[in-house]
């Protein structure tokens, strides 16, 4: 154990250039023990005076001397490893054990953060069934009876009219008129096909629960564009528009780095705006085209979910007199799973050979275009930003190529309020890495644990934390979030958030109060669906649909917002309704259900 | 009549694009059979486990390769390249071993190098294994034709 101590010190206080002496002398230390990690020397205490075995454990065994060691997987697993170190250090270090406490509290919420990110990225893609089943039943049972009704008389697949059929005729009179009188030539197969389609639309496009809903607000709405362009703005290769279909902004980064003369700073300049213009291109295509819903032959889109007549026929064929609406519609959706997954995995192709191919090219061409026109001084300025770009850029691709697989099922998981609200932070973060966000509980600190809903909860506070950074005006955003969480004492109430944000001076306060005012009347009016599926826009109409998914079944309290602007501020409210599912829980610590 | 075995390299690269086009240079051009790493760590790992008749190492990389859970791959490693020199010396690994870089400065502020001092430090510090650096630019082929000269040179290849 004397020589990775004997390092540190050397590194700690005269100079860093053999750091990495210290990880291989660790190895070598545990090796000649037989043991792969430090967390495993908890057998052999007795063997190391306690001051050098505590100084090895908290000085030696941190994260960055032990993830360049080879024993570890991943980040995750250093970490791991260094919370358990942590752990022992609180028995081994009782005058430091604070200091050990707040290691571990922070490690755990890193993982939580970062465990709720990978539940976010795995859940872009999603379909509401529980409410479309509830939906569809409520909706389509009926004429899925009369269906039954048509096969039940053996009329299922006749094409011939019915005036004809001397047995139909000779069934109940009352029902037969009633057919003979509404159906005409091939009425049944229609019914069917339209009971299919219905569901099909539902599926595929119902603004409260359908693909299109979560496909918007979790991909399209801004989301896709921040991600992809991250790497470029990064770098500073890639202005935004002055205005709506203007022209681009100049790159005052480069120019005012670069020092060139007017005229090449103008060439400069025109190739970059020609580089930002071909990438956004590239960015709408891949929405407009790809990341649609195709229902119908002319519509555009990989979400394809086009019906055939044969497919409609195979699965009226499995059906019998006997089938249930459940039956009917489990099948229905087997039938819209496979084209979901079928769906996925050719944007998933299109993304790898045909959108990543292109954003590469588009820097190459760049690069070239830049070569052209300033020297090789200056060049090589550019060329490092350029290259580190472009690998992120490959990095990004990658990321977003794995969103476009099927939900994981998350609906069920518990999380802290709080770790929620840091995880929201952290996605805007990727984007926009200025902008923070403050909580204070109004009424004491309080642990609030909410069941299901993640997804939608994440999605709420992105949204408002994005506006913020959009709308706010502000140069450094922030956030001031406010919880009131309820004492408990009654089985159902709210926990009510808000968010509150500075306005920049730039903001008309005025105009953007009456905006507001508007939103909220077309909200109360319900009449925003068209809203929630377009990308643009404040996501007010997206946050109150999201908020919704909140209402509990069986509670008076229903999901609430608000939001304008009091005193200069922004503000936008939020309750989500609890009932209480465990009467026995501390009084700071409860369950939302 | 014994087929004669191909050339085993370790390519470690982050850099996707980049990698795809090492690789296919050297199956293409050589014949060889390319094991990928792409990472700090999954380089060493590969190193580790096995033997190979040649090294090409990125310099900048990633502690880990990236995943759905850290996309960043954790710690960036600028000399990612150089600790796996080290590696190979602290485990007497004497294959050869060649940099192929996009970029001409490692580091930031007093630990900024250059890629003509690196190359010179990494000569010094592992003279039995390092046998040079290449400058990679991706839209032109002239980096193909200086590796070739280099591995001629040092008899890797023939």
Redesign the interface.
Known sequence: MALPIVLKIHSKYYSKEID?YIT?ALEDFLDSKNIRRPSELINMYANYQRNQLVFFLREICVE?TM??Y?E?????D?AAERLKICRILCELDQPNKDEYQEEIKNLIRQEAI??M??EI??SRIHVDVVKLREWAKKDLSESFLRYLDFVRHGIKTTNKSLKDDPKAKALDSEKESLHFMTVPENEVNALFAQIVSEIRDGFASNPDFGLERFVSTRIRHGIIETRLRRPLESHNLITKREKENGPYKSNDYWLSRLGLSDQIGRRLDQAFARFSASYDQLLRNIKAEWLQVRKRTEDKGLFNFLISEGEIKILSDQLTEQSTFRELFEFVMRMLNEKLTISLNEIRNQFIKSGKKEA?DLI?KL??SILTIVDLDTY?EL??EI?IA??DL??VF??VI?WFVPSQTVGTTSYDIVVALNVAEAIVKESSDNFSSKINFKNGDASIEVTGGLPSFIDIFVNIFENVVKRSGLLIPQADIEIEAPNFEEKAGLVKIAVINELGDDIDIDTRKGDLIRRKSLLEKEDYKKAVIKETGSGLYKINRSLKDFKIVGSPIDPFLDFGIEKGKYFISIGIPYLLIDDQTSSNENSIG | MIKPQAMRILLVE?????RHQLSLFFVDTFKAEVVEAKS??SG??AL?SSKYDLIVLDMSMS?????????TG??P?PYGGR?IL?QMK?KAISTKAVVVT????FGQNEDLTSLYELDKQLKLSFPNTYIGAISYK??FVGWQSRLAALLKKENIIK
């Open positions: 990495s291989y960055s993830d360049t080879t570890f997987n991943g980040p995750h250093v970062s465990k990110l990978v990225e795995q590469l190459n690069q070239r090589s060329e490092a290259n472009r690998t490959q990095s990658d990321q794995q | 982050d850099d996707e694009d980049k700090l760590n060493v790992k580790f502690t880990f390769d990236s995943s759905l859970s850290d996309k954790g710690r490693q600790e080290m602290r996009q970029y001409d400065n991706g839209d």
